[in-house]
């Protein structure tokens, strides 16, 4: 029996593999209408991506099998899906995102905030969270989480180091100076000795335990502001531009309501108050509230001023700042700021003035490449007139800011296909008319009031994004809420957006996040420290979202009302 189990277990990819589909088809057999076809592929895909039986891109890409074989889509209607502006956002996005990690501005701009907030237990940790929640804003949460940790190690064990020295050299002159005055009374002398041993001992104990509970709380500290600071920007996570992306589609008359700047609006406050209330349960959890420990009231001990050192020489190692590294910020920066004038919202924007008059031509995809193919322009070097190499020979022209190899190799295409596939499931329930069909079904929720439905449904995908992709999450959610949302006549996004943030309140569980499992193998962490930290961060994380939604997300999209581009939309 056991032999068997074990074999069930090693096999159990191609068993799901198989037998989902088995189980699944009586559905289209039984009630042959599109819409139970459409179901069919949306369950399939469902259990695919929580199991992960296959790589989630190549589940992504079912619709491109299933739809046309079913008859719901044509092949060409299903493909085009793969391919929408917000994929070319994203990967604007990402390729800025790939220059600032190649050229490590990314590590320069960490160390100079460390350098500013100082090594004090709790604003070392207000300065890791905020630097990680910026860079989060910008690159991949993985990859700041990855950067970020070592820095933490680092630092925090130099701090024990230090104050390890500090007690053995207090320990060595307290016992000469006993040994001096006990040296008539020999036996004196040896309990003395054997009683500064004991506390010795004591002591060490006391500071490994204090610097272990410390690495907890840090590297927790880093992962959680790593997802948190994500949800600030359009191009921070993929929930957040698979929103952007299902909006477009399934409401095309919105008038662009989502863009850089508006989500940037709503967002970013809510990140800043995310941030605030978790380090506040971090400290309370693995610092305390002893304000003069934790913020030092300024003292300063050697162990603070090493550690301090620790962080300097790391920024030393860096050297000025490279030709490569200005115009990577210069870029970002041109990016960031053509991005929030775009569209602005309260006053007319540059595209509107010099290019959508009359239709959406330029959008926040459009911005984002042209600044991204700058990387493949701008050469990495200052370039200089009859240089010439080391042999006399003419200098040969320097590399760009990025070449197609480094794109090649950090780009993570599989995001691509699943947002693809989020479009084309999202496209596959409008034309089968299951959207029409979920929305009738949904229309005896008019009685419950909306700020429960919203707390309701962002605790279950909260729940959900724990054992689930959030990118495989915010796909199979937000085409059912956008349809709910229409039939209850409640504007759309006061449900889909704080859905969407939700999808990345993943604090419980190590295999939840990239970022979660890089702070586990770092923090001496057991499963229960994340679970017992993470629990109450996803409830503070719902009650923040909705706070927001309902206070300044009500004056940002007017969701007060039902809008009317959400009455002739294709989701009746």
């Not at 990855?146 to 320990?171: H, K, S, W, Y």
């Not at 967002?267 to 995310?274: E, I």
């Not at 929720?445 to 999450?473: D, K």
């Not at 006549?489 to 704080?498: A, G, N, Q, S, V």
Request: glycine residues 6%; contains cysteine; charged residues 15%.
């Amino acid at each position: 029996m056991a032999r068997f189990l074990t074999w069930l277990w090693r096999y159990r990819n191609y068993i799901v593999i198989v037998l989902t589909p088995l189980l699944l088809l009586p559905l289209p057999l039984i009630i042959p209408t599109p819409e139970a076809k459409c179901g069919f592929v949306i369950i399939l895909m469902a259990l695919y991506w929580c199991t992960e039986c296959i790589p989630l891109a190549v589940t992504a890409l079912l619709p491109v099998i299933l739809f046309p074989m079913m008859g719901i889509m044509e092949s060409g209607e299903v493909c085009i899906q793969y391919l929408k502006d917000s994929n070319m956002l994203f990967i604007g996005g990402l390729l800025v995102a790939i220059a600032v990690e190649h050229w490590n501005l990314h590590r320069r701009i960490a160390l100079q905030v460390l350098l500013i907030v100082g090594v004090k237990p709790s604003l070392l940790m207000i300065g890791f969270m905020s630097t990680t929640a910026f860079l989060s804003m910008w690159i991949s949460n993985t990859a700041s989480t990855a950067m970020m940790l070592p820095i933490a190690n680092a630092v925090l064990q130099q701090l024990c180091d230090t104050e390890a020295n500090a007690e053995e050299r207090d320990f060595s002159l307290t016992a000469a100076k006993d040994g001096q005055e006990n040296q008539a009374f020999e036996m004196d002398g040896l309990v003395t000795i054997f009683f500064f041993f004991t506390v010795v001992e004591q002591r060490r104990l006391k500071r490994e335990q204090k610097y272990i509970k410390l690495s907890k709380g840090m590297s927790l500290s880093v992962c959680y502001a790593a997802s948190i600071g994500g949800t600030a920007t359009l191009t921070g996570t993929t929930p957040n531009v698979i929103l952007k992306g299902q909006i477009d589609e399934l409401f095309p008359d919105n008038g662009g309501i989502i863009n850089f700047a508006s989500f940037f609006g709503f967002s970013f406050p809510n990140m800043v108050l995310m941030l605030a209330l978790s380090w506040l349960w971090l400290q309370f959890m693995f610092l305390g509230f002893n304000l003069r420990k934790s913020f030092g009231c300024g003292t300063k001990k050697d162990s603070d001023r090493e550690a301090y050192q620790v962080i300097k020489d790391e920024y030393k190692k860096l050297g000025r700042m490279s030709f490569a590294e200005s115009c990577v910020l210069v870029i970002f920066t041109l990016l960031v700021l053509l991005w929030f004038t775009r569209e602005p919202g309260f006053t007319p924007g540059w595209a509107t003035v010099l290019f959508n008059k009359d239709k959406p031509y330029v959008t926040d995809g459009t911005v984002a490449i042209l600044m991204s193919a700058l990387f493949f322009c701008i050469p990495s070097n200052l370039p200089r007139c009859c240089g010439k190499s080391r042999d006399g020979a003419p200098a040969e022209a320097p590399s760009p800011l990025l070449s197609w190899d480094i794109v090649h190799e950090k780009m993570p295409w599989n995001i691509l296909l699943l947002l693809g596939g989020g479009f084309a499931l999202a496209h596959g329930s409008e034309k089968s008319g299951l959207s029409q069909w979920l929305g009738e079904s949904l229309i005896p929720l008019q009685s419950i009031p909306p700020f429960a439905i919203s707390i309701l449904l962002c605790l279950l995908v909260a729940m959900f994004t724990e054992c689930s992709s959030n990118t495989a999450t915010t796909t199979l959610f937000l085409p059912i809420l956008a349809s709910m949302a229409a039939a209850i006549k409640i504007h759309p996004l006061y449900i889909m957006f704080p859905c969407t943030i939700s999808a990345s309140l993943a604090f419980m569980l190590p295999v939840a996040t990239p970022p979660n499992a890089i702070a586990f193998s770092y923090g001496n962490l057991k499963v229960m420290d994340m679970a017992k930290a993470g629990f109450i961060l996803n409830f503070l994380g719902v009650i923040t979202i909705n706070i927001a939604i309902n206070t300044w997300g009500v004056a940002i999209f007017q969701l007060n009302t039902f809008p009317s581009w959400a009455n002739v939309t294709k989701v009746p």
